[in-house]
Nanobody, 115 residues
Framework: VQLVESGGGLVQAGGSLRLSCAAS????????MAWYRQAPGKQRELVAV????????NYADSVRGRFTISRDNAKNTMYLQMNTLKPEDTAVYYC?????????WGQGTQVTVSS
């Protein structure tokens, strides 16, 4: 499984961005998918997770109500809609996909929120 993120960039506080994660390879084996982020000097943290069918989601308290995770299995793509962005959302955002054998990571996409 290969994962490629896109959609990061520089945005002002209060703005929005939509991240995408395109999966390829053995996509039929993917179960849950998730977005993580890592800010400079901090540990990588879970932002949001979605189950295989897309009907169940969960969010970190810090983003609940502002971010929305979704996936389109027909397109093998997962999304993260980020609204009302804050400077503390600045981080590298990583896509993660889980199979019954192992997990896979994308290369990350930088999100920078200016105040």
């Amino acid at each position: 499984v290969q994962l490629v993120e896109s959609g990061g960039g520089l945005v002002q506080a209060g703005g929005s961005l939509r991240l995408s994660c395109a999966a390829s390879g053995s996509t039929f084996s993917i179960n849950a998918m998730a977005w993580y982020r890592q800010a400079p000097g901090k540990q990588r943290e879970l932002v949001a997770v979605i189950n295989s069918g897309g009907g169940s989601t969960n969010y970190a308290d810090s983003v609940r109500g502002r971010f929305t995770i979704s996936r389109d299995n027909a397109k093998n793509t997962m999304y993260l809609q980020m609204n009302t962005l804050k400077p503390e959302d600045t981080a590298v955002y990583y896509c993660h996909a889980r199979t019954i054998v192992r997990g896979y990571w994308g290369q990350g996409t930088q999100v920078t929120v200016s105040s």
